[in-house]
């Protein structure tokens, strides 16, 4: 068979290495192979599919010893080099796309925003506060100019939406007009309208741009004022929307805009034919002088008041915008949330933990009992922020409550703010992601969690998940991946490996006009998140080769383990620890499940009698780090070998990353543990022995006071219980829609689900005298890995296990 090509990627690029034996030139060799397939070489499977293996079907098996096929293939390298040091990869281009986004987030001030032709139209209108004929920002009309686009339209030259440009080129040539300059360019855009009016009428309604059946007629009343001519007025569908526009109207609570903050203040500039009485409006400016955030509104209103705090804000504007005005600024709030939001969903937050403590820390000090908004000191709000913020604001530890959702329950259904017209999908799926962090006896988080369940899946049912506020061709697979994987069943590194499929780096946000978001779509983010993903992923291959040899060492196969239920734990434990930095956990985690199944289910099934003797014994001498013979007749001797010598190479591997002796920590609780084993079901209590395990291995439990805390032992038993049950469910295997339907009804399920809840209560609520969060967090990390196996069935099971572990991002 023939060699390998060479790779497209220079190996002295990939990896920066010293001078190196011949054995780790053979490694690098057989590493540089393993690249081409991480990005896709065809060549790598067709080996394996020529040797009879296919690579999906291999992972699902537990056979992915991915590197020894190679190397062998290659014959570059023996098995024995797979245990020397892994080479340094080149991590120019992560810290290129780290320092970046560290960057953008430390200095995001009032959020980054497009630039809005609408909204820069409307103050290019403003006249000279001196009385001169000319604008009073002549940079909006030079920036109106510099931005027309080929066809003769102003919008996103990216992406056509009828609404969008229509409404974008009416402002403009409005405001040309007005000026009397640039008749070349007011000639094109009035070509363009009339070109493309008709394109309104096949446009789907749930793109329509906020408000667009008031301010549209607005302006083309504002068009006709000014005499200009070959704009279709009177074509049918300007007809039909003036007829939507009257209707709203007739409805519109025009006496309650005047008191409080409603939708309508979006859209003053389209209200100019009402009697508005400006002084009851100016009343509701928020602090930074506009109209719910929107400069062509506050444009307006300063047009017809002269209202100093008006001027102030548009002056602002018109400074950090170079001439332009966005469609709603500022976003301080609605930045901060999605974007940390994303990051987390991307598997990249831990690189930006300061930023995104800064980031939320803004969020809640802003935080009011209505909810939130997009932007700060706002009193209106809406259903989206305020989930988003309750949401990621309960994950991050900060005392809130969900209370504030209750202003948007209207019966039993919930709106995205009072006087919406239709909802949604994303506003309610964000509800719906809010709603499963709730604890106990939170009934406004159950209702919440009922409709947009229900809602989200009619939706998906009918296909209609046309969004109001979002254009993205990945969010039907976000909503039907969010409804299918329940928050208790969500392990970090699957949510990852779905979600970078589904980010939208050229998402569309649906304001007045289309606009972009870079904190929130952001190419960095997304080549940040498969260059880490797929390091990661490297790097769990290779620790499960070194799990594979682990296995053929110890016989593992004669005491009941396959190596198909080895690759599940490892896959458990490096989807929810994937940091590279964190093999000793990983390894602690994989190596205590393994065991502990060897023990509870090969060992001690003999008479109770003997058992609880050789309990007694080997606990005892665990504890005190002896080891007697036990003689090689022995049938047990093997499993015994195995138990020590795993608590020997966790004592030494967790010293060399913490610097501290665990010794009496870990023999402690495995003896505690192997005591109880075999004294009956209840006290079978192999998740608590997970954590324990794992937090002391990580250094976070130092002392024996930790094991005997208050808290810690009800975190223990929840979780032992928790996961007991689980365990039962697992054999009863239901999928995921059943599971939803019988979480309802079931006791048994009701039980479980309310049990979750409390755990992540005891998790996410600060107490007095309280453990540290970094324990506290692995108890729900552990329950939420037993969920996992009860909730999703085996094949289901089996393609994450292969699509996570053994299959790159590209």
């Not at 506050?298 to 209202?307: I, L």
């Not at 709106?415 to 006896?441: D, H, K």
């Not at 005491?559 to 093999?583: C, D, Q, R, T, V």
């Amino acid at each position: 068979m023939s060699s390998l090509p060479t790779p497209h990627l220079s190996f002295s690029h990939v990896f920066h290495c010293k001078s190196v034996s011949s054995t780790r030139r053979r490694f690098l060799a057989c590493q540089r192979c393993n690249w081409t397939w991480r990005n896709g070489s065809r060549d790598v499977h067709t080996i394996l599919v020529c040797r009879g293996k296919d690579l999906s079907n291999e992972a699902r098996r537990g056979n992915m010893n991915l590197l020894p096929q190679l190397c062998l293939q290659n014959d570059v390298l023996e098995p024995e080099a797979l245990h020397e040091d892994l080479p340094v990869l080149d991590n120019s281009k992560i810290e290129e796309c780290m320092d970046y986004i560290k960057q953008m987030l430390s200095s995001m001030d009032d959020g980054r925003i497009s630039v809005s032709p609408y909204d820069t139209a409307w103050v290019a209108l403003i006249p000279d506060l001196k009385g001169r004929d000319r604008p009073q920002f002549p940079c909006s009309l030079e920036w109106i100019s510099n931005n027309q686009l080929s066809d003769g339209s102003w919008g996103d030259q990216h992406f056509f939406l009828a609404y969008d440009r229509l409404l974008n080129t009416l402002a403009c040539v409005v405001a040309l007009t007005t000026w009397n300059v640039h008749a070349d360019k007011i000639q094109k855009g009035i070509s363009f309208m009339k070109d493309n009016v008709s394109k309104l009428s096949d446009s789907n309604a749930e793109h329509m741009t906020c408000g667009f059946e008031v301010v549209f007629p607005a302006l083309l009343q504002r068009a006709r004022d000014l005499g200009i001519h070959g704009i279709p007025y009177d074509a049918p569908v300007i007809r039909q929307i003036n007829a939507v526009r009257d209707r709203k109207m007739e409805r519109a609570p025009i006496e309650v805009m005047h008191k409080v903050p409603t939708c309508l203040l979006h859209n003053l500039e389209g209200l100019q034919n009402l009697e508005l009485e400006w002084p009851k409006l100016l009343k509701l400016q928020t602090p930074k002088g506009t109209f719910l955030t929107s400069p062509a509104a506050t444009s307006f209103a300063f047009m017809e008041t002269k209202d100093e705090n008006c001027l102030a804000f548009i002056n602002y504007v018109v400074n950090k915008f170079n001439g332009g005005a966005p469609t709603v600024y500022p976003v301080d709030i609605y930045a901060r949330l999605w974007a940390v939001d994303r990051l987390q969903r991307l598997g990249i937050s831990r690189f930006f933990a300061p930023e995104i403590n800064n980031c939320l820390g803004h969020v809640y000090r802003f935080w009011t009992e209505r909810g939130s908004f997009s932007a700060r000191e706002s009193e209106f709000c809406d259903i989206d922020d305020t989930s988003m913020g309750f949401r990621l604001l309960r994950l991050h530890g900060y005392n809130i409550s969900p209370n504030a959702l209750s202003n948007f329950k209207k019966g039993n259904e919930f709106t995205c703010y009072v006087g919406q017209g239709f909802e949604s999908p994303s506003p309610i799926f964000n509800l719906y992601r809010a709603s499963q962090v709730l604890f106990p006896g939170e009934t406004i988080l159950e209702q919440a969690s009922h409709f947009s369940y229900s809602f989200l899946r009619e939706r998906l049912q009918e296909n209609q998940l046309l969004d109001k506020w979002l254009i993205s061709k990945h969010l039907p697979d976000e909503i039907k991946c969010g409804l299918e994987m329940s928050w208790y069943a969500t392990l970090p590194r699957v949510e990852t490996c779905f979600y970078i499929q589904n980010y939208g780096v050229d998402d569309l946000w649906i304001g007045k006009s289309l606009y972009r978001m870079p904190e929130i779509n952001n190419e960095a983010y997304l080549e940040l998140a498969k260059l880490d993903y797929n390091k990661c992923q490297a790097q769990h291959q290779m620790e499960w080769n070194r799990l594979e040899q682990w296995y053929e060492d110890c016989s593992l196969e004669e005491f009941g383990i396959s190596k198909k239920e080895l690759l599940l734990y490892y896959f458990l434990a490096s989807s929810s620890i994937f940091e590279p930095e964190k093999s000793g956990k990983r390894s602690a985690w994989v190596k205590s499940q393994t065991v502990s199944t060897i023990l509870s289910s090969c060992y001690f099934i003999k008479e109770e009698a003997e058992s609880l003797k050789q309990r007694t014994d080997l606990s005892s001498e665990l504890r005190n780090g002896q080891r007697r013979k036990w003689g090689h007749g022995c049938k047990n001797v093997g499993v015994i070998t195995i138990l020590f010598e795993t608590v020997r190479d966790l004592k030494s591997h967790a010293q060399e990353q913490i610097g501290r002796d665990i010794s009496d920590l870990l023999l402690d609780a495995w003896g505690v543990w192997l005591n109880k084993l075999g004294q009956g079901e209840e006290e079978i209590q192999e998740a608590e022995l997970l954590v324990s395990t794992i937090s002391i291995c990580s250094g976070y439990i130092v002392s024996e006071e930790t094991l005997s805390n208050n808290e810690y032992n009800a975190l223990s038993s929840l979780t032992n219980k928790i996961c007991r049950q689980l365990q039962q469910l697992e054999k009863d295997k239901v999928s995921g829609e059943d599971w939803n339907e019988k979480r309802n009804c079931c006791s048994k399920y009701m039980e479980i689900e309310n049990d979750m809840q409390l755990l992540v209560q005891l998790v996410l609520q600060e107490s007095s005298n309280s453990i540290s969060k970094d324990i506290k967090h692995i108890f729900l990390m552990v329950a939420k890995t037993f969920y996992y196996r009860a909730y999703f069935t085996t094949e289901q099971i089996d393609k994450h296990v292969s699509k996570v572990l053994f299959e790159p991002v590209v």
